[in-house]
């Protein structure tokens, strides 16, 4: 996005105007200038590091150890020269840096403000860890809903959509719920960068000064490069899975897009069924991969008008075999790849690779099933018409118990009552009459 709505240009531009108001005590006030600029050289580096490094992250338990050791004033103003000079990534850049900064500046004075309330800096002082570490949570509480807020504040000016109510939206990646989702996603992690920054003011008002203090940041980089490595050969997998699926689209143009809302109906059955996030992302992996196996079958048979032979089709139904051999390979996948394999099977044991029966079939392959087959029912295809929404719910209700699992089914009609279901075309609504029959007997079934 490269342009940014008026609306938000004066949210950052208010947010902005709150920054400066914060910081004008410090004209009046006597500041541990050295601290300041010290902790503020600090950040700015680790920001340039991480831009280095291609981390999408901010370095927390620099700024958080000044909430924990300077005034809200000098607190807020240790951001902002790192958020300034950081790599804003999208135009405009100015634009972008000031929001940073500024928020930033905000969460921070609000966190120390808190801090100091509690007798925070007096017990970091005394050496008492344990009202040292209940304040620094309140700070670093309080941190974490101020940038909650904001970031609510600026996708409501920038989209004129209220997060709640964004969060009733699905896309092809989650959307948060609500701000509620915002914030716990990112307590933890700031949680951990606030017992860092907790340790950092602890040294720094031991015998042994700020030296000892920069020693707690050696082991943070470390954790922090090890984990930018982590994301980083993430990135390469996702976009190797992103490749696979264009591949897989590009050879059968009929279904292309489909591999997308597969994910996506994967990880609306997952959440209903109160999986945990990891487990949601791999699901959604699965539903994506489903059909990678394609690229193993001839483009004759997938694009052929008219009913397949009984040789033509048992070449068709190797793609789930092709499939988990091209994926298997990829580690971070892990029950994804069982999905590839396996979501052709059917409860009642006449599904295929290995005709597996009931809680055989893997649980995610089971998932994978039924968005398969909704996705195939609700979408237009040069051989069959999409069915409403209702009906093909109806029909998986009805093949519940021998095909689908009716757990997953249930959590599907559920996911889909509550969210709605609004899938792209995939065929020209225009196209000739059915020239491709789909599998007899097997709703939802398709090439």
Not at 104 to 119: G, T, Y
Not at 224 to 231: D, E, T
Request: proline letters at 7%; a positive charge.
């Amino acid at each position: 996005m490269d342009a940014i709505p008026a609306r938000a240009r004066v949210y950052v531009a208010c947010v902005a105007l709150c920054t400066l108001a914060l910081l004008l005590p410090l004209l009046a006030t006597r500041t541990p200038w050295w601290a300041v600029a010290l902790l503020a050289a600090l950040y700015a580096a680790g920001e340039q590091i991480a831009a280095r490094w291609r981390f999408a992250g901010t370095f927390y338990p620099v700024l958080l150890a000044g909430a924990f050791l300077l005034s809200p004033p000098a607190a807020a103003l240790v951001a902002v020269p790192g958020a300034l000079l950081s790599t804003a990534g999208q135009r405009p850049l100015w634009t972008r840096r000031i929001w940073r900064a500024a928020q930033l500046a905000v969460a921070l004075w609000a966190a120390a403000r808190v801090h100091c309330a509690l007798d925070g800096r007096d017990a970091v002082a005394a050496g008492e860890f344990p009202c040292a570490l209940l304040s620094a949570g309140g700070a670093v509480l309080t941190f974490c809903l101020v940038l909650t807020a904001l970031d609510c504040g600026i996708l409501a000016s920038a989209t004129g959509v209220p997060p709640l109510e964004r969060g009733r939206e699905w896309g092809s990646v989650p959307v948060p719920r609500a701000w509620r989702g915002l914030f716990l996603r990112s307590l933890a992690p700031i949680a951990v960068h606030g017992l860092a920054g907790l340790m950092m003011a602890v040294l720094w008002r031991s015998p042994y000064g700020s030296v000892a203090a920069l020693l707690v940041l050696l082991p943070m980089c470390v954790s922090w490069w090890v984990f930018a490595q982590y994301h980083r050969e993430r990135a390469a997998h996702q976009a190797t899975i992103r490749a696979l699926v264009q591949a897989v689209d590009i050879k059968d143009g009929y279904t292309r897009g489909h591999s997308e809302r597969v994910g996506q109906a994967s990880m609306m059955i997952a959440r209903e069924l109160g999986l945990a996030d990891e487990r949601v992302e791999v699901l959604r992996f699965a539903g994506i991969l489903h059909d990678v196996g394609k690229l193993g079958v001839p483009t004759r048979l997938l694009r052929k008008n008219g009913p397949l032979t009984p040789e033509e089709r048992r070449v068709i139904e190797l793609h789930p075999e092709y499939g988990h051999e091209m994926v298997r390979g990829i580690s971070f996948l892990g029950e994804a790849r069982a999905a590839v394999l396996h979501h052709h099977e059917r409860l009642d044991g006449s599904g295929y690779p290995y005709g597996l029966t009931g809680g055989q079939i893997p649980e995610s392959a089971r998932v994978v099933a039924v968005a398969d087959a909704f996705d195939a029912m609700t979408s237009t295809r040069s051989y069959s018409r999409a069915r409403p929404v209702s009906v093909a719910l109806g029909e998986l209700e009805r093949c519940a118990g021998s095909q689908f699992d009716p757990r997953m089914v249930t959590a599907l009609a559920r996911a889909v009552d509550r969210y709605g279901w609004h899938p792209a075309v995939t065929a020209d609504e225009a196209s000739t009459p059915p020239a491709r029959p789909p599998v007899a007997g097997v709703p939802g079934a398709h090439r």
